[in-house]
């Protein structure tokens, strides 16, 4: 698989290795700012890995409350002038003009590790009325073991970088649907939904949500959001990312290694018969 565009750069560095010293050229992660707007007036600004910008910024949209479909995304575009090289603006159109700057301005600032500052509340997302998540999708426990490597062998950044996260949604089966890459976790998540959203894969409430590294509060959230039961992470999730998957019938899982792996919430999707 080939990487995005600027997703990647590359640099000269100086490596020692079994007592030798050699110049070398190496391979890093790329990490830019962008904005979203919307209906001209600026929205957030993330850092980000270069690449499917349309789909993150939509993914965002959705996730964080924005927008609640497909149909009320009248458009979305890179914005880029005669004198700009690169784009790092994107701007969405509401339709029915639903977008009211006092009422969702929140001063989002994001960084790429951290995702969304202060947005840590179970009553926020309470508040939002969101759908509630497939009860019937049920998956094998074997089936799950199988994920991570086939997400790490996707990776076509991360095999250049070593330094980037992985987001995808899996069938029942175990087939791979998509997979998004960035160097916050939390844009992976978004890249992905963005992608089904303006894909028309929605709904997601037959997908498996398989993230690198630990399961955060803006995790489950997301997932939440875009109608996913079942997030699966190779790491641990945190407590409030726990208490948020078990207030609102999540799977949750962690620590997916080898032949092994923990549910924190959810269990029946996983074992139907257990009592």
């Given at each position: 698989?080939?990487?995005p565009?600027?997703s990647?750069?590359?640099?000269?560095?100086?490596?020692?290795?079994?007592?030798?010293?050699?110049?070398?050229?190496d391979?890093?992660?790329?990490?830019?700012?962008?904005?979203?707007?919307v209906?001209?007036?600026?929205?957030?600004?993330?850092?980000?890995?270069?690449g499917?910008?349309?789909?993150?910024?939509?993914?965002?949209?959705?996730?964080?409350?924005?927008?609640?479909?497909?149909?009320?995304?009248?458009?979305?575009?890179?914005?880029?002038s005669?004198?700009?090289a690169?784009?790092?603006?994107?701007?969405?159109?509401?339709?029915?003009?639903?977008?009211?700057?006092?009422?969702?301005?929140?001063?989002?600032?994001a960084?790429?590790?951290?995702?969304?500052?202060?947005?840590?509340?179970?009553?926020?997302?309470?508040?939002?009325?969101?759908?509630?998540?497939?009860?019937g999708?049920r998956?094998?426990?074997?089936?799950?073991?199988?994920?991570?490597?086939?997400?790490?062998?996707?990776?076509a950044?991360f095999?250049?970088t070593?330094?980037?996260?992985?987001?995808?949604?899996?069938?029942?089966?175990?087939?791979?649907?998509?997979?998004?890459?960035d160097?916050?976790?939390?844009?992976?998540?978004?890249?992905?939904?963005?992608?089904?959203?303006?894909h028309?894969r929605?709904?997601?409430n037959?997908?498996?949500?398989?993230?690198?590294?630990?399961?955060?509060?803006?995790?489950?959230?997301?997932?939440?959001?875009?109608?996913?039961?079942?997030?699966?992470?190779?790491?641990?999730?945190s407590?409030?990312?726990?208490?948020?998957?078990?207030?609102?019938?999540?799977?949750l899982?962690?620590?997916?290694?080898?032949?092994?792996?923990?549910?924190?919430?959810?269990?029946?999707?996983?074992?139907?018969?257990?009592?």
């Amino acid at each position: 698989m080939r990487p995005p565009e600027r997703s990647v750069e590359f640099t000269q560095v100086t490596e020692w290795s079994e007592g030798a010293v050699h110049s070398v050229q190496d391979t890093l992660a790329a990490e830019e700012p962008m904005e979203i707007r919307v209906d001209g007036s600026p929205l957030t600004v993330t850092m980000r890995t270069p690449g499917h910008d349309l789909e993150l910024a939509a993914g965002f949209l959705l996730t964080e409350g924005i927008i609640a479909s497909r149909d009320q995304l009248a458009g979305i575009r890179e914005l880029r002038s005669d004198s700009m090289a690169r784009s790092n603006v994107v701007e969405a159109q509401l339709n029915g003009g639903s977008f009211e700057t006092e009422e969702h301005k929140r001063n989002f600032v994001a960084g790429s590790g951290c995702g969304i500052c202060g947005k840590t509340s179970i009553e926020a997302v309470r508040r939002r009325g969101l759908r509630a998540l497939d009860a019937g999708f049920r998956v094998d426990p074997e089936m799950l073991c199988r994920l991570p490597e086939t997400l790490r062998a996707e990776q076509a950044v991360f095999e250049r970088t070593g330094g980037l996260h992985a987001a995808a949604f899996f069938d029942a089966r175990g087939n791979l649907v998509a997979l998004r890459e960035d160097i916050g976790r939390h844009n992976a998540v978004d890249k992905l939904i963005g992608w089904a959203l303006l894909h028309d894969r929605f709904p997601l409430n037959h997908f498996v949500l398989l993230v690198s590294g630990r399961g955060g509060f803006e995790i489950v959230q997301k997932a939440l959001a875009a109608g996913v039961p079942i997030v699966v992470c190779v790491s641990a999730p945190s407590a409030l990312a726990v208490k948020l998957a078990r207030e609102f019938g999540l799977t949750l899982i962690g620590f997916l290694r080898g032949q092994r792996f923990v549910v924190y919430s959810g269990s029946f999707r996983c074992f139907p018969n257990e009592h």
